[in-house]
T-cell receptor
Framework: AQKITQTQPGMFVQEKEAVTLDCTYD???????LFWYKQPSSGEMIFLIY??????QNATEGRYSLNFQKARKSANLVISASQLGDSAMYFCAMREYDQGGSEKLVFGKGTKLTVNP | DSGVTQTPKHLITATGQRVTLRCSPR?????VYWYQQSLDQGLQFLIQ???????AKGNILERFSAQQFPDLHSELNLSSLELGDSALYFC?????????????FGDGTRLSIL
């Protein structure tokens, strides 16, 4: 079963507008973490924002914010004031770990964002 | 710059060969993770090391192996290479597993099998 679902293969937004990238997740663990990464066409993976399952407030990092709705198991990324440089693939990921110290990230299939001038 | 260094950036080789990918984690990070990104499988976790010890295994083939050395750098060895092994291989590091700190990724090694 897919644990991270990104339903938007591609999204388009006009420069300076806001855009929301969807992410839903599936876990039965009470403690988990959710991440968003950006992958430009050059290939590197850039960490954007993190939300812990026990965090009371939605995470924000500059123009990035995370709309975390725990009951709905969604963690949507909101990018405000889009810039041309925001054009990239965006991946939502969930951290799975246990008390033994093992950890891995489970990634969604990604959303390709294109910012139009 | 994430602080994670991967070498080489590109690698072109033939089927049946063996290659070694190298990763230096961020200063102070004890956990190292390897991921494979391919067009058909997406981003998949391969293996995790913490302070020299293997901690978790994912979808890693028996032809692949990894290790983390006392200086905390890690190597991923891929042998008997097949066309399907062509992919972008990422190394990531974090301070410790289970914390609220992110995994920081290197720029990846792009492996092409001819």
């Amino acid at each position: 079963a897919q644990k991270i679902t990104q339903t938007q293969p591609g999204m388009f937004v006009q420069e300076k507008e806001a855009v929301t990238l969807d992410c839903t997740y599936d876990t039965s663990d009470p403690s988990y973490g959710l991440f968003w990464y950006k992958q430009p066409s050059s290939g590197e993976m850039i960490f954007l924002i993190y939300q812990g399952s026990y965090d009371q407030q939605n995470a924000t990092e500059g123009r990035y914010s995370l709309n975390f709705q725990k009951a709905r198991k969604s963690a949507n990324l909101v990018i405000s004031a889009s810039q041309l440089g925001d054009s990239a693939m965006y991946f939502c990921a969930m951290r799975e770990y246990d008390q033994g110290g093992s950890e891995k990230l489970v990634f969604g299939k990604g959303t390709k964002l294109t910012v139009n001038p | 710059d994430s602080g994670v260094t991967q070498t080489p950036k590109h690698l072109i080789t033939a089927t049946g060969q063996r290659v070694t990918l190298r990763c230096s984690p961020r200063s102070g990070d004890l956990s190292v993770y390897w991921y494979q990104q391919s067009l058909d499988q997406g981003l998949q976790f391969l293996i995790q090391y913490y302070n020299g010890e293997e901690r978790a295994k994912g979808n890693i083939l028996e032809r692949f192996s990894a290790q983390q050395f006392p200086d905390l750098h890690s190597e991923l060895n891929l042998s008997s290479l097949e066309l399907g092994d062509s992919a972008l291989y990422f190394c990531a590091s974090s301070v410790e597993a289970g914390s609220n700190q992110p995994q920081h990724f290197g720029d990846g090694t792009r492996l092409s099998i001819l």
